[in-house]
């Protein structure tokens, strides 16, 4: 009897579904950027493998490790936005290379978590130009979703319609019916190459990594910018808008080591999860505040399961059809670009300098070998610096005079 209460202390069943949800929202949305990344810094099969694990073990230690430590719902994923900004910057990059980028931006965390440089640095890039910055990396995901419907009408189109539906009736789960109906309409409609499946564990490949400074420039700090704004800042406002007031120093600390410790076994980014996190501080994973973190915890181990089948992960997206894999990339990356645009074009004053750095950055351009991502910031600052050059800052009304008897003296 003592060990079932134990067991139910550790595993209440409304932490462990948040937990699990969490994670099939967090896979399910961003697997197929993560695999395409890969692939477009020329991984084969056992890299792609290594990619999983080294992602999953570095989600499993920080999840349930902060989680512990601090006793708050501590969620940490991938990045996302940093994936899609992989499959267009790794383009024809070594994968040595690339792995010496992601090494480099998990220094980068980890030296601000360290000298507590997260809110200073970040507070010099102005937010809706690293808003304009992610939303052109996206821009492209977002139009390939209806690029898709003309070849591929009657997959990507039923999984459009769902997916709005189910973003008005089950926010939660639009992604995953989404994809779910994009499944059976590619059953029906083939494309499935069920004989690349295999079943087995992941094991590590480790690539040494090389650092070039035209990838550390044009990657590794559009990867870093791209993950401490899109990612972290909103991952820590998320905590703080459930209350857990947790120390967000160590948070970037722990997650850059650990980013730069499986660097070299394929893990690009490792940062605080939002969506996801979102998850597991509410109320439907417990109903006491002060035990949700058990939902971040149990994250954490699914995360784990994640990373060990990567192999079994990797041969299921080779064996997705290509249409399926653009679409629910696309859908996943909908509510993303959204509210980049949204926090982009919110300030009147920073209008423009944001336009021009989304335009800049979904065009592709490439100069001196350096993407697009990084001249897109450029051209921004540049005209944000040109734009306010000489405008008259707005005068601070002086406080009124206090009445005699309110007065200190």
């Known amino acids: 009897m003592l060990a079932i209460t134990r067991i139910r202390a550790a595993a209440p069943p409304s932490a462990v579904a948040a937990g699990l949800i969490a994670v099939m929202v967090g896979v399910t949305s961003s697997a197929a950027l993560v695999f395409t990344a890969a692939r477009a810094a020329g991984a084969d099969s056992r890299e792609i493998s290594s990619w999983m694990l080294a992602l999953g073990v570095g989600l499993a230690c920080t999840c349930i490790g902060l989680s512990l430590r601090y006793r708050a719902p501590v969620v940490t994923a991938w990045s996302t936005p940093g994936a899609a900004l992989l499959t ?17 931006s ?4 980890l030296v601000s978590g360290v000298t507590g440089w997260f809110s200073r640095l970040m507070g010099r890039i102005p937010v809706p130009l690293a808003a304009a910055l992610l939303a052109g990396v996206l821009l492209r995901f977002g139009t390939g979703l209806f690029s898709t419907m003309h070849d591929s009408f009657a997959v990507a189109f039923p999984m459009f319609v769902l997916y709005l539906l189910s973003r008005r009736l089950l926010p939660r789960y639009a992604v995953l019916l989404a ?11 083939g494309g499935w190459q069920l004989g ?10 480790f690539t040494a990594p090389e650092f070039d400074w ?8 559009p990867l870093f910018v ?11 406002a998320v905590l703080r808008g459930a209350g857990y007031d947790v120390p967000v120093s160590p948070l970037m600390t722990w997650t850059g080591a650990a980013n730069a410790l499986l660097a070299p076994f394929g893990a690009f980014g490792l940062n605080l999860a939002a969506i996801t996190a979102a998850i597991c501080t509410g109320e439907e994973a417990h109903p006491e505040r002060d035990r949700r973190f ?14 060990l089948l990567g192999a079994t992960v990797a041969s299921l997206l080779t064996a997705m059809p290509q249409e399926l894999v653009l679409a629910i990339a696309g859908i996943g990356l909908l509510a993303t670009i959204e509210a980049s645009l949204t926090a982009a074009l919110a300030d009147k004053a920073s209008r423009e300098a944001a336009v021009v750095t ?14 697009s991502a990084f001249w897109g910031l450029l051209a921004g600052l540049v005209t944000a610096v040109i734009a306010s050059a000489g405008r008259p800052r707005p005068e601070v009304p002086a406080p009124a005079p206090q009445p005699d008897e309110l007065r200190v003296h």
Not at 106 to 109: D, S, V, Y
Not at 214 to 221: E, H, I, R, Y
């Open 226 to 236: 791209v993950t401490m704004a899109s990612q972290n800042l909103p991952g820590v």
């Open 196 to 205: 690349k499946v295999r079943l087995a564990l992941a094991t590590p490949v």
């Open 88 to 104: 267009t910057g790794l383009s024809g990059v070594p994968m040595a290379q690339a792995v010496g980028a992601f090494v480099f």
């Open 106 to 109: 998990g220094l980068l965390i």
């Open 358 to 371: 989304f335009l800049a950055t979904a065009s592709g351009v490439t100069l001196l070998g350096i993407g």
């Open 214 to 221: 035209k990838v550390l420039v044009s990657v590794g700090a």
């Open 179 to 189: 994809l779910a109906v994009g499944v059976v309409a590619t059953v029906f409609t």
């Open 294 to 307: 058990l939902a971040a915890v149990w994250a954490g181990v699914f995360y784990l399961c994640v990373g």
